[in-house]
Each structure stands twice: as structure tokens, then as C-alpha cells.
């Protein structure tokens, strides 16, 4: 029997290690679609119904047979997507590198090579949260005019609670979360109506975790990730929008829990196989791989709040 991908790699368990540690906090997209591992590349999301809302009939008479309920479904097919990158660290950088102490060029090439891999992602889970098709009628809305909240005359905080009500009603929990674009955040800390409700708290500055508390948020986190498009112009990955969620805070994800979105990846990745050396490039080079989807699983638990404000 012939070998499959994943056996026939030889993988470095140290540098692995480094890839799936790595951090950039400029990126939140975990925050509405957090990781779940999965053990096939492809299959159905699981997804939850309305079950926990449902009124059932649960007297039992004697004798009669107990009745039963099931819990989640099978919902629309994901196939993950396979990203690799190979990082090339020269051998002049490395013979440079050994003359400082404390310098691990290795490990820094394995993590500007899992950045690249992480933009992408947060590229695609801000393309899969900020699409008004993924929505319900009942749950989006796009801003226009003085409604947008550069006009001062606007209320944002009417709109958000307009919002995590929408979503009490579809999945009986409010929404607990908030991914704003950087220049969202940039408009709302200095908007009158959250400076005039800042005066009763004691601060002065407006930050995420503030504002969490002034919306009746448990977290407000802002999306100041950046991108280049290929004629090396900068945007913002999460634009002009604000996505409310509810989604599990501080837990462990689990497929079926009534949350907005998840991140399934393969186990075990992403990985780092074993660097080879390049000789006609004089370089070490460190392939990385990551197998994984952002999905969808209870839209009814978001709320898509378009053009917050106006474009620059």
C-alpha cells in the first residue's frame, strides 16, 4: 500500500511546534470562527437546530415509551483547503545570525512564513463574515447617510443592541461579541455618544474593552490587519464593518455548539516538514503547510453591520 501525503512528509516536531504557537495580534478572525480540529478534508458542518428552543411534550405516562430528542445536523459541505509555503533562509543571513547570540533564524523564518499563511486566512474569514449573502434578512443591515457613524447625529449604540436582539430572537442568546475594522474603531472612540456615556465610567480613552462594556459586550476586539493587492495598494481586511456574533468566549470549540462560525483544520497542523538545503539558491529552506476552512455554521448568530462608516 502506497504512502498517503501526510505519511510520506517527515515532519520537524520542534519547528512544528513554533508554526502552530505563532501569534499575530493584529489578527482576530479566531475570535467569530474559532479552530476545530477534524480528522477528514472534507465532509458536512455540523451545525446546530433549534432543539434547546423547542417546547416538548415531555410528560411520560406510565408505561409509555420515553421520548427522544437529537441534537445538531449535518448542514452544507467543507472541503479544506491546502496552503503551503516555503521559507528560505540564505546561508550568509544564517552565518550572520550565528554571530549574535539569542537569534534563532530558523524559528524566525518558520513565523514570517506562517504569517503570510495566517494573513490569508484572516483574509478569509473576514471575506466569508463580511458576505451579506451568508445573512438572514433579519440579520444584517447596511448603513447609508447620517446613519453612518460619522455623522454624529447617528447612534450606534441603538444599532448594535438592535442587532444582538436580532439574534436573541433567531438563537435565544444575544450576540457576545463584536469584530470591528480598524477604521470603525477609529470613528467610534471619539463619536459623541460614546464620549458623552465615557464620562460616567472615568476614563478618557476608548478602547475594545470599553467599548465591550458600553455595547453589553463580553469582548469588542479590532481588526487592524492590512493587505496588498498585487499593484502593492494597502486596505484593511475588515473594511467599514462591524460583525456581531454570539460565539463561545474562553471554551474549547466544539462542532454543534450554538455558535456563529468555526475554523475546522486538520489535526495535527499545521506543520513544518524537515528543511533541506538548496544549493543552486545557497539557502535552507522550511516548508510550511496548513490544511483548514473558515465555515459558516449558525448565521442566524450573527449580525452584519455594513458601511459603519464611510469610506475614506
Known sequence: MGMNNSQARVIDPVLTT?????????FVGHVLFPKVDVNQRGGKILSFGKEDFMLYATGRAPGENTKRVSFGYLGAPYALESHSLEGKLPIEHLQEGMAVPGIDLGSMTVNKTQNIIELRLEKQRADVARNAASYP???????????????????????????????????????????????????????????????????????????????????????????????????????????????????????????FGYTYQLAGYPI?????????????????????APVIAGAEAGYLIQNAVAAA
Open 18 to 26: 513554533v508554526a502552530r504557537g505563532y501569534k499575530n495580534a493584529a
Open 137 to 259: 434578512a433579519s440579520n444584517k443591515i447596511a448603513l447609508a447617510g447620517s446613519s453612518q457613524w460619522n455623522d454624529p447625529a447617528s447612534d450606534p449604540v441603538k444599532i448594535v443592541e438592535d442587532g444582538k436582539e436580532a439574534v436573541r430572537k433567531k438563537v435565544g442568546k444575544r450576540a457576545n461579541t463584536a469584530v470591528i475594522g480598524a477604521a470603525v474603531f477609529a470613528v467610534l472612540k471619539n463619536h459623541p455618544k460614546v464620549v458623552d456615556r465615557m464620562k460616567y465610567t472615568g476614563r478618557d480613552v476608548a478602547t475594545p474593552e470599553l467599548l465591550a462594556s458600553l455595547f453589553g459586550l463580553e469582548q469588542v476586539v479590532v481588526g487592524d490587519a492590512v493587505y496588498a493587492n498585487d499593484a502593492g495598494d494597502f486596505a484593511d481586511v475588515w473594511g467599514n464593518d462591524v460583525i456581531l456574533a454570539y460565539t463561545e468566549i474562553g471554551t474549547v470549540a466544539e462542532q454543534g455548539n450554538p455558535s
Open 272 to 292: 513544518v516538514e524537515e528543511s533541506y538545503f538548496d544549493r543552486n539558491a545557497k539557502s535552507f529552506i522550511y516548508p510550511v503547510t496548513d490544511e483548514v
